[in-house]
């Protein structure tokens, strides 16, 4: 990414230099330090993520597994900082739900409350269901994750499960 533009802010001499030794302690200089506060690498990603989800819409299934396997490889504290914010792509109803159930399955996992965001996400007004086949819908009735079925998805397997 080119940069192209400059950021100024006004700050107290003891600020500066609280950040000034912050960065050196992690070996970067100034600039890189702040904007690794600002916007750090798992937020970009998932981010990024979410981008591609939105504007892929033939790849959705590849998307939610690389979500599902990056949330997996987090650390909770990685985690907070990655989906902190809510998706900045418009994301369609069904892709808003799945990401908004694996993002509160995986904060149930770490044992962390899920951000406010995924919480604004309407439900889906139609169950959808990971087969056609209709003898399968009671097993994926009781076995899909609390955040999907809450979400009228219907799965049998969510982040950290593979079928």
């Given at each position: ?68 396997d990056w949330f997996t ?91």
């Amino acid at each position: 990414m080119s940069k192209t533009h400059q950021l100024q802010i006004r700050i107290s001499a003891e600020d500066k230099a609280r950040i000034s030794a912050r960065a050196a302690r992690a070996g970067m200089d100034v600039s890189k330090w702040v904007l690794q506060q600002a916007l750090p690498p798992a937020e970009r990603k998932f981010q990024a993520l979410c981008l591609e989800l939105a504007t892929r819409p033939d790849a959705r299934s590849f998307m939610i597994a690389e979500f599902q396997d990056w949330f997996t490889r987090l650390t909770a504290s990685e985690y907070m900082r990655a989906v902190r914010h809510a998706p900045e792509a418009r994301l369609a109803p069904f892709e808003a739900n799945y990401l908004a159930a694996m993002v509160e399955q995986a904060a149930a996992i770490h044992g962390i409350s899920p951000p406010r965001w995924t919480g604004a996400v309407k439900a889906l007004d139609t169950p959808w269901f990971a087969s056609s086949l209709k003898s399968l819908r009671l097993w994926l009735l009781t076995q899909s994750p609390p955040p999907f079925r809450r979400r009228n998805l219907f799965i049998d397997s969510g982040v950290g499960q593979r079928v």
